[in-house]
């Protein structure tokens, strides 16, 4: 099984609640976040329109940070969700260079949310950097990982979950008969940039 995600780009109205929730449930620091909206604008006046491009690590078959990661640090599952491990990364940001979606990231350390705080932190906040620091701590890269602790749990990923336009979809890109499969195939799915060469796991259809 290798897992595919699909954004329905006709559904997806910009309300940014995936990237609200995904830092939610991955306590991600101030000035991260796994899972980015983009908006620009499509057509020329006066038939011009928004367009929201929601983005998250695209979960490459042939992923180039594994490629150049140097200690081993990049790995890929059985199942193609590619991971970080903290304890074998050195921080050297290959592949932060070599990722051709910008979707690797490293935290030097815990900023506050309100500046001027310093180490003054709420309740919450102070919650979230601990638990952030016991799963990624800092100077090493970190990423999204399509939820995979909640895929483990027979659990959709947080933005699939709490998307309220029900634009996103996560299954089996090796099973044709999966709903995702289908999806591709009949709103012909395309990939970001697959001139890229990565082979990316994450599909979207067409916003018209």
């Known amino acids: 099984m ?4 699909v954004i329905d780009l006709k559904k997806c109205y910009g309300c940014y609640t995936c990237t609200v929730v995904c830092k939610a449930a991955n306590h991600t620091p101030k000035g991260v976040d796994f899972a980015k909206c983009y908006q620009g604008e499509i057509g020329t006046y006066p038939s011009a329109l928004r367009q929201m491009l929601p983005t998250l690590c695209m979960q490459c078959a042939e992923p180039e940070c594994l490629a150049v990661c140097p200690t081993g640090a990049t790995v890929q599952d ?9 304890d074998l990364c050195m921080g050297c940001k290959y592949c932060m260079v070599a990722c051709p979606y910008g979707q690797r990231h490293i935290v030097p350390e815990w900023e506050n949310y309100y500046p001027g705080a310093g180490d003054d932190l709420d309740q919450y906040q102070a919650y ?3 638990t952030w620091e016991e799963k990624n ?8 990982d399509f939820c995979r602790e909640r895929l483990k749990q027979g659990r959709q ?11 996103r979809y996560i299954g089996d890109l090796d099973d044709p ?5 289908m999806l591709i195939r009949r709103e012909r799915g395309f990939q970001l940039n697959p001139e890229f060469g990565t ?5 979207y259809l067409p916003a018209r």
């Open 2 to 5: 290798r897992y595919g995600f």
């Open 78 to 86: 059985e199942n193609g969700i590619v991971t970080v491990d903290r």
């Open 128 to 130: 979230a950097k601990a």
């Open 137 to 144: 701590g800092y100077g090493v890269a970190t990423k999204c």
């Open 157 to 167: 990923p947080a933005c699939v979950e709490a998307c309220p336009a029900k634009a």
């Open 177 to 181: 008969e999966s709903e995702i499969s």
């Open 199 to 203: 082979d990316p796991s994450v599909y």
